[in-house]
Protein backbone atom coordinates (compact mmCIF):
# COMPACT_ATOMS: atom_id res chain seq x y z
CA UNK A 1 0.00 0.00 0.00
CA UNK A 2 0.99 3.44 -0.89
CA UNK A 3 0.10 6.81 -0.23
CA UNK A 4 -0.75 9.36 -3.12
CA UNK A 5 0.76 13.13 -3.30
CA UNK A 6 -2.66 14.17 -2.04
CA UNK A 7 -2.88 11.43 0.36
CA UNK A 8 0.44 12.96 2.21
CA UNK A 9 -0.99 16.43 1.89
CA UNK A 10 -3.29 14.99 3.97
CA UNK A 11 -1.36 13.61 6.57
CA UNK A 12 0.90 16.63 6.65
CA UNK A 13 -1.73 18.63 7.17
CA UNK A 14 -3.38 17.09 10.43
CA UNK A 15 0.35 16.99 11.65
CA UNK A 16 0.76 20.90 10.99
CA UNK A 17 -2.80 21.76 12.76
CA UNK A 18 -2.52 19.40 15.67
CA UNK A 19 0.84 20.23 16.27
CA UNK A 20 0.18 24.34 15.64
CA UNK A 21 -2.74 23.88 18.07
CA UNK A 22 -0.28 22.92 20.84
CA UNK A 23 2.32 25.63 20.43
CA UNK A 24 4.78 22.93 19.30
CA UNK A 25 6.70 23.10 16.16
CA UNK A 26 6.28 21.07 13.36
CA UNK A 27 7.90 19.79 9.86
CA UNK A 28 6.12 17.80 7.34
CA UNK A 29 6.95 14.26 6.89
CA UNK A 30 8.50 12.91 3.75
CA UNK A 31 9.27 9.96 3.66
CA UNK A 32 6.11 7.51 4.11
CA UNK A 33 8.29 4.09 3.54
CA UNK A 34 8.06 3.26 7.28
CA UNK A 35 4.68 4.43 7.57
CA UNK A 36 2.54 2.29 10.12
CA UNK A 37 -0.42 0.21 7.61
CA UNK A 38 -3.33 1.40 10.23
CA UNK A 39 -2.40 5.19 9.55
CA UNK A 40 -1.78 4.94 5.93
CA UNK A 41 -5.69 3.32 5.97
CA UNK A 42 -6.84 6.11 8.24
CA UNK A 43 -5.30 8.53 5.63
CA UNK A 44 -7.07 6.86 2.60
CA UNK A 45 -10.23 6.95 4.49
CA UNK A 46 -10.49 10.45 5.90
CA UNK A 47 -8.90 11.49 1.50
CA UNK A 48 -12.28 9.36 0.77
CA UNK A 49 -14.44 11.45 2.84
CA UNK A 50 -12.99 14.85 1.79
CA UNK A 51 -13.55 13.78 -1.88
CA UNK A 52 -16.68 12.95 -1.13
CA UNK A 53 -17.75 15.77 1.06
CA UNK A 54 -16.11 18.24 -1.02
CA UNK A 55 -14.07 19.66 2.43
CA UNK A 56 -10.47 20.90 2.33
CA UNK A 57 -8.36 18.80 4.52
CA UNK A 58 -7.13 21.84 6.48
CA UNK A 59 -9.92 23.21 7.41
CA UNK A 60 -11.69 19.86 7.88
CA UNK A 61 -8.26 19.42 10.71
CA UNK A 62 -9.22 23.12 12.45
CA UNK A 63 -12.75 22.38 13.12
CA UNK A 64 -12.99 20.60 16.64
CA UNK A 65 -9.73 22.59 17.80
CA UNK A 66 -11.95 25.63 17.06
CA UNK A 67 -15.15 24.66 18.63
CA UNK A 68 -13.66 23.13 21.02
CA UNK A 69 -10.49 24.55 22.69
CA UNK A 70 -10.35 22.85 25.96
CA UNK A 71 -8.81 19.83 24.38
CA UNK A 72 -5.53 19.65 23.33
CA UNK A 73 -5.43 16.57 20.76
CA UNK A 74 -7.25 14.59 17.83
CA UNK A 75 -5.88 12.03 16.03
CA UNK A 76 -5.80 10.42 12.96
CA UNK A 77 -8.80 7.89 13.53
CA UNK A 78 -10.49 10.86 15.23
CA UNK A 79 -11.59 12.24 11.50
CA UNK A 80 -12.28 9.10 10.47
CA UNK A 81 -15.07 8.81 11.94
CA UNK A 82 -18.60 10.40 11.46
CA UNK A 83 -18.26 12.77 14.54
CA UNK A 84 -15.48 14.47 12.83
CA UNK A 85 -18.19 15.48 9.89
CA UNK A 86 -20.45 16.59 12.17
CA UNK A 87 -17.91 18.99 13.95
CA UNK A 88 -17.00 20.54 10.73
CA UNK A 89 -20.25 21.02 9.23
CA UNK A 90 -20.98 22.68 13.03
CA UNK A 91 -17.67 25.15 12.93
CA UNK A 92 -18.57 25.77 9.09
CA UNK A 93 -22.21 27.08 10.23
CA UNK A 94 -20.83 28.46 13.49
CA UNK A 95 -18.63 30.98 10.96
CA UNK A 96 -21.78 31.62 7.82
CA UNK A 97 -23.51 33.07 10.94
CA UNK A 98 -21.60 34.51 13.24
CA UNK A 99 -18.82 36.15 10.51
CA UNK A 100 -19.31 35.95 7.04
CA UNK A 101 -16.05 38.06 6.29
CA UNK A 102 -14.37 35.38 7.86
CA UNK A 103 -11.67 34.36 5.49
CA UNK A 104 -12.73 30.66 5.03
CA UNK A 105 -15.79 31.64 4.68
CA UNK A 106 -14.77 34.73 2.02
CA UNK A 107 -12.44 31.33 -0.10
CA UNK A 108 -15.68 29.23 0.29
CA UNK A 109 -17.36 31.55 -1.66
CA UNK A 110 -14.81 32.50 -3.78
CA UNK A 111 -14.96 28.73 -5.21
CA UNK A 112 -18.41 28.47 -5.36
CA UNK A 113 -18.75 31.38 -7.89
CA UNK A 114 -15.35 29.81 -9.89
CA UNK A 115 -17.54 26.96 -10.11
CA UNK A 116 -20.70 28.64 -11.35
CA UNK A 117 -18.24 30.35 -13.79
CA UNK A 118 -17.23 27.03 -15.22
CA UNK A 119 -20.82 25.63 -15.47
CA UNK A 120 -21.44 29.04 -17.37
CA UNK A 121 -19.13 28.32 -19.49
CA UNK A 122 -20.25 23.90 -19.87
CA UNK A 123 -23.83 25.46 -20.64
CA UNK A 124 -22.82 28.57 -23.14
CA UNK A 125 -23.99 31.40 -20.34
CA UNK A 126 -23.32 34.69 -20.84
CA UNK A 127 -23.89 35.94 -17.10
CA UNK A 128 -23.52 34.63 -13.64
CA UNK A 129 -26.80 34.95 -13.25
CA UNK A 130 -28.18 33.08 -15.69
CA UNK A 131 -26.71 29.48 -14.00
CA UNK A 132 -29.58 30.10 -11.41
CA UNK A 133 -31.74 28.90 -14.02
CA UNK A 134 -30.27 25.68 -15.14
CA UNK A 135 -32.16 23.05 -14.76
CA UNK A 136 -32.62 19.64 -15.52
CA UNK A 137 -34.94 18.01 -13.33
CA UNK A 138 -33.97 19.80 -10.50
CA UNK A 139 -32.31 23.26 -10.29
CA UNK A 140 -28.81 22.72 -10.79
CA UNK A 141 -27.96 25.34 -8.03
CA UNK A 142 -29.84 23.32 -5.68
CA UNK A 143 -27.85 20.33 -6.85
CA UNK A 144 -24.36 22.17 -6.23
CA UNK A 145 -25.27 23.40 -2.70
CA UNK A 146 -26.57 20.22 -1.69
CA UNK A 147 -23.04 18.93 -2.61
CA UNK A 148 -20.72 21.95 -1.46
CA UNK A 149 -20.29 22.88 -4.43
CA UNK A 150 -21.23 26.20 -3.06
CA UNK A 151 -22.90 27.97 -0.66
CA UNK A 152 -25.83 30.20 0.45
CA UNK A 153 -23.82 33.58 -0.33
CA UNK A 154 -23.51 32.34 -3.47
CA UNK A 155 -26.99 32.71 -3.61
CA UNK A 156 -27.80 35.78 -1.92
CA UNK A 157 -25.14 37.60 -3.69
CA UNK A 158 -27.95 37.19 -6.74
CA UNK A 159 -30.14 40.52 -6.60
CA UNK A 160 -32.83 38.27 -7.94
CA UNK A 161 -32.66 35.31 -6.27
CA UNK A 162 -35.54 35.65 -4.42
CA UNK A 163 -37.68 36.08 -7.43
CA UNK A 164 -35.57 32.78 -8.76
CA UNK A 165 -36.77 30.92 -6.41
CA UNK A 166 -40.72 31.32 -7.17
CA UNK A 167 -40.06 29.73 -9.93
CA UNK A 168 -39.19 26.11 -8.39
CA UNK A 169 -41.99 24.62 -6.40
CA UNK A 170 -41.21 24.92 -2.60
CA UNK A 171 -41.28 21.15 -1.95
CA UNK A 172 -38.60 20.33 -4.36
CA UNK A 173 -36.32 22.84 -3.20
CA UNK A 174 -36.86 21.38 0.75
CA UNK A 175 -36.40 17.96 -0.67
CA UNK A 176 -33.00 19.12 -1.91
CA UNK A 177 -31.68 21.05 0.95
CA UNK A 178 -33.55 20.75 4.10
CA UNK A 179 -34.47 23.96 5.58
CA UNK A 180 -33.22 25.97 3.10
CA UNK A 181 -35.62 28.71 3.42
CA UNK A 182 -34.76 28.97 7.41
CA UNK A 183 -31.39 29.14 6.44
CA UNK A 184 -31.11 31.78 3.80
CA UNK A 185 -33.75 33.88 5.86
CA UNK A 186 -31.29 33.98 8.77
CA UNK A 187 -28.36 34.23 6.51
CA UNK A 188 -29.60 37.35 4.79
CA UNK A 189 -29.34 40.36 7.52
CA UNK A 190 -26.24 39.05 8.24
CA UNK A 191 -24.86 38.74 4.76
CA UNK A 192 -26.54 42.75 4.17
CA UNK A 193 -24.01 43.93 6.84
CA UNK A 194 -20.95 42.14 6.13
CA UNK A 195 -17.92 44.38 5.54
CA UNK A 196 -16.23 42.49 2.95
CA UNK A 197 -18.11 39.69 1.18
CA UNK A 198 -20.96 41.70 -0.36
CA UNK A 199 -18.60 44.22 -1.83
CA UNK A 200 -16.06 41.28 -2.98
CA UNK A 201 -19.28 39.14 -4.35
CA UNK A 202 -20.72 42.44 -6.18
CA UNK A 203 -16.99 42.81 -7.74
CA UNK A 204 -16.44 38.86 -8.71
CA UNK A 205 -19.94 39.12 -10.27
CA UNK A 206 -18.75 42.02 -12.30
CA UNK A 207 -15.54 40.91 -13.53
CA UNK A 208 -16.94 37.27 -14.47
CA UNK A 209 -19.81 38.78 -16.37
CA UNK A 210 -17.41 40.74 -18.15
CA UNK A 211 -15.52 37.43 -18.87
CA UNK A 212 -18.42 35.95 -19.49
CA UNK A 213 -19.61 38.31 -22.35
CA UNK A 214 -16.03 38.35 -24.45
CA UNK A 215 -14.61 35.14 -24.62
CA UNK A 216 -15.42 32.85 -21.49
CA UNK A 217 -11.99 32.31 -19.46
CA UNK A 218 -10.21 33.70 -17.39
Given at each position: ????????????????????????????????????????????K???????????P?????????????????????????????????????????????????????????????????????????????????P???????????????????????????????????????G?????????????????????N???I?????I???????
Amino acid sequence: MSLSYTEKYIYNAHLKTSRSYQNKPWRPRENFEKLPVVEEELIKKINSILNTKNIKPDDYFRAPYELWQDKKYYPLDYFSKFKAIKAYNLWIEKLFIEDPDNEIVINMVKDGFLFIFEKCKENKLKTIEGYFTLKTYYPDFLIALSERNINYYNILAINNYDRILKTFPKEDVDFIVTGFYNTVDSLRARYYRSVKLKKLNEKIITKLNEILKRHGSI
